[in-house]
């Protein structure tokens, strides 16, 4: 069982993000000369780390052209998919630093990472720097120099960044604080230091004698309780760190020389890299040491010791699915990065570390809320705390302190939501963890970006201003939570007041972000939940019949389209899920005008459900419907047609946490109800 763990542990770690290579124009050759320590001083000094051996004729010129490698990589980025999607519209974070390099290498191409997939991945990434989750068999510095690693390749410099709530945060300095005592984390905590001038000269010289420390007799790094297996995957891993300091540093090269003479010993004459698993060839490895030879400028189809019947870069090619332009055994995005190196190797003529971000820009980041998944958390907790809630506005304080009961385990998000629902105000992006809008009683809107860039709102817990989302900071009794508005967080005591004014203007990113949305809307691509209309606005809704599959079984659903989505009627949607792990009842309070939904209890009907009586194309008015989802109150988009209350089928996905699928080409919706609901 240790074993099969430290094995999944790996594979976690080989899908560490890889850098962005710039822009390369016409005019300049981007200099990628790798910097090395120069042993014991401080300073760093300039050195191409060509690696020496014997010069020996090739026993076989493979002659893989790089055009060829570039048109493979080009039919990979249009036809290759992650969970069924594409490359360019994934948010998965590691392909996006697999665009990121792809697109700098190939700066006339198409395959760029969309602007709301790419603002997804640097709200995730500083979103798990402020709220840490390692897991069982996760570490504290490998998230930390993960984040590092990922958001200097998409351009973002990790030293500044702002959460979501406005406080500031350095992943350089998270990672600092922590200890790395594995030979898996190490490589890429060393990795993360070199993205930088971030006084690490002390951090990287103890790595580097801890790395060296671990290599085994036969010039390997191993895996396993005792780290005495010999492993191809770790060893290139380890190599790829090292490549800075292999022209300076004497101990540094012999031990570099010594893992190569490994590689070149364990490779096989098909000049694949055979797995100890499987027992067929493994792109896997092959990719990873393909990596680590291109970090020290060596061609993996030409250098003498990786070359047998074949060159170790025709042992990867051979593994290509050509009726996919993939890899047979599901290593696409190791093949992709690796065969990137090589054209990047080739292309530039000098040594290509896909971890060497230096050479690009780097510019603030910051958490919008926009590229955040909604979710709303759920407590379980049966026992009961008073906690105090304030809405402060521009003009003054809305809501005074009032007093609330939640559960124990309550987030600040059920405060919000239980506070403002309870006295008629709406709000909206509070699921993403930011609220982005308060809507007062009367109508009144006040809204992010209205009084100038950097205006929002910020919540505080005393006088604390939490770095998390609303989602994720968990209450205490007798907490007293403020939402409040601000004209420039950049000048808030404890936000932007860090930054001496200024800051960032996330305006820009929201209009490209949401523009971003809006284009995808027709192909029923991942968007937050439906934003909120002003009671009786006035939409046009379309009769839609589409095919809906429910455990194998496929219904003609009565229901509306709106905006490009599809709206259904709340008591046809629970009479279908009876008795099914989703079912829900519905009671609606005609005094108090509340619908009262309870998760996992059985639907009465009424027996006019699933009744086709729309018309092919009617008016939908907006509605305040206030709806209660197990004691919460949640705000939630609905219309209402001919009298009864519809809501997006995707907004009761997010709550209910079922997975949505919509083919195009047929029409057809499928409920997965055993997976959670994902954008993807």
């Not at 390749?153 to 990790?158: K, L, N, Q, S, Y």
């Not at 005495?228 to 790829?240: E, H, I, K, R, S």
């Not at 019949?545 to 709106?562: D, Q, S, W």
């Amino acid at each position: 069982m240790k074993k099969l763990l430290i094995v999944a542990l790996m594979a976690l770690l080989l899908a560490l993000p890889l850098p962005v290579l710039a822009a390369v124009e016409e005019s300049a050759a981007v200099d990628v000369t790798v910097a090395v320590y120069d042993g014991d001083a401080e300073e760093w000094d300039e050195g191409p780390p060509a690696v020496t051996g014997e010069e020996e004729p090739l026993p076989k010129y493979q002659g893989i052209a790089t055009q060829d490698i570039v048109d493979l990589l080009e039919n990979m980025v249009k036809q290759c998919a992650y969970n069924g999607t594409s490359y360019k519209d994934s948010r998965y974070e590691w392909l996006i630093m697999d665009m990121a390099a792809y697109a700098g290498l190939f700066s006339d191409s198409a395959g760029t990472t969309t602007a709301a997939a790419r603002q997804a991945y640097i709200d995730n990434a500083i979103n798990s720097l402020a709220d840490p989750d390692p897991g069982p068999f996760g570490s504290l510095d490998n998230i930390f120099a993960k984040a590092v690693l990922g958001l200097r390749a998409v351009g973002i410099d990790p030293a500044d960044l702002i959460t979501v709530n406005k406080r500031p945060l350095n992943a350089v300095s998270l990672l600092k604080t922590t200890a790395t005592t594995s030979i898996y984390n190490a490589p890429y905590v060393l990795l993360a230091y070199q993205q930088g001038s971030y006084d690490t000269a002390a951090a990287e010289r103890s790595l580097v004698t801890f790395i060296l420390g671990a290599q085994l007799s036969n010039g390997a790094w191993g895996w396993g309780d005792t780290l005495d297996t010999a492993d191809p995957d770790g060893t290139a891993m380890v190599l790829q760190c090292l490549a800075r300091y292999y022209t300076a540093d004497e101990d540094v090269k012999a031990a570099v020389d010594k893992a190569l003479a490994y590689l070149s010993a364990e490779q096989d004459l098909s000049g694949a890299y055979i797995s100890t698993w499987t027992g067929g060839p493994s792109a896997d490895t092959m990719a990873q040491v393909i990596l680590a030879l291109t970090a020290f400028g060596l061609d993996p189809d030409t250098d003498a010791r990786f070359v047998k019947e074949h060159s170790l870069l025709a042992g990867l090619l051979a593994l290509r699915d050509e009726a996919e332009d993939g890899f047979f055994d599901y290593s696409n995005e190791q093949a992709f990065r690796a065969l990137i190196a090589v054209a990047g190797l080739r292309q530039l003529d000098k040594a290509y570390n896909f971890y060497d971000f230096t050479y690009k820009p780097a510019a603030q980041g910051v958490a919008t809320g926009l590229g955040s998944k909604p979710s709303i958390p759920k407590t379980e907790s049966t026992t009961d705390i008073t906690v105090y809630f304030t809405l402060k506005g521009l003009d003054g304080t809305w809501i005074n302190r009032a007093a609330l009961t939640v559960p124990q385990d309550a987030k600040v998000y059920h405060v919000v939501i239980k506070a403002l629902a309870g006295r008629d105000y709406r709000q909206t992006g509070a699921e993403s963890g930011y609220v982005s809008s308060v809507t007062r009683p009367n109508g009144t809107v006040l809204s992010e970006f209205e009084h100038g860039p950097n205006s929002g709102w910020l919540y505080k817990v005393g006088d604390f201003l939490p770095s998390i989302g609303l989602t994720s900071y968990t209450v205490k009794s007798g907490d007293h939570i403020l939402l409040y508005y601000t004209k420039d967080w950049t000048l808030d005591s404890e936000a932007g007041q860090v930054f001496g004014g200024g800051g960032s203007d996330r305006s820009a990113v929201t209009a490209e972000v949401t523009e971003a949305f809006a284009e995808d809307a027709e192909n029923n691509a991942y968007k937050p939940m439906a934003p909120i209309q002003a009671a009786g606005t006035k939409a046009e809704a379309t009769k839609t019949n589409n095919p809906l599959i429910l455990n194998g079984e496929k219904t003609v659903f009565p229901a509306i389209k709106v905006s490009g989505y599809n709206w259904l009627k709340l008591r046809d949607f629970a009479a279908l899920l009876m008795g099914t792990s989703k079912q829900f009842s519905l009671v609606y309070d005609p005094e108090t005008r509340i619908i009262d939904i309870r998760t996992g209890q059985a639907y009465t009907p009424l027996g006019d459900e699933l009744e086709d009586e729309l018309d092919d194309v009617t008016d939908a008015l907006a509605t305040s419907q206030r709806v209660r989802v197990d004691g919460e109150f949640i705000d939630i988009a609905a219309y209402n047609v001919a009298g009864y209350n519809y809501f997006r089928l995707r907004d009761l996905a997010i709550i209910l946490d079922f997975y949505v699928d919509y083919n195009e080409d047929t029409g057809e919706i499928t409920l997965d109800l055993s997976k959670p609901y994902s954008e993807e």
